[in-house]
């Protein structure tokens, strides 16, 4: 069974997130969009538009988005089969959260790491 396939978004807290968003946006470019961050659009290596995205996003420190892990930040993971992947970490004595989420977006699952953080992990819907 294939585990991680690649990244589908990074997320991180910030005590002041609007101040800080606009400093990416000002000094690096990213088009911040209205709901905190973007997503990057994936192409091969000639320039041309594949399906896929990567999410960049900016949230509040106050959130709790991430607990229970210690971390300021959270990787989110694409998979192929997530409740194969959860299963199997279980199996192997892995803290994995019990909630999933199921929705247009997707398929997602938690895992804490042995630093404390959470993991995200994300089985995409068909043809993303």
């Known amino acids: 069974m294939k585990r991680v396939t690649g990244i589908g978004g990074i997320f991180f807290y910030a005590r002041d997130p609007a ?11 990213i088009d911040v969009q209205a709901w905190g961050g973007t997503a990057f659009s994936w192409a091969d ?25 210690t971390a300021s930040f959270m990787v989110n993971y694409r998979v192929d089969d997530l409740a194969a992947l959860l299963q199997a970490l279980r ?3 892995c803290r994995v959260l019990e909630k999933t989420d199921d929705s247009g977006y997707g398929k997602f699952g938690w895992v804490i790491d042995p630093e404390g953080n959470k993991v995200e992990l994300w089985q995409p819907p068909p043809g993303q």
């Open 45 to 69: 290596d000639s320039g041309n538009p594949v399906q896929g995205t990567t999410v960049w996003s900016i949230g509040s420190a106050d959130s709790g988005h991430f607990a229970p892990g």
């Open 91 to 93: 199996d192997e004595g």
């Open 19 to 29: 101040a800080l968003r606009a400093w990416y946006q000002r000094h690096l470019g």
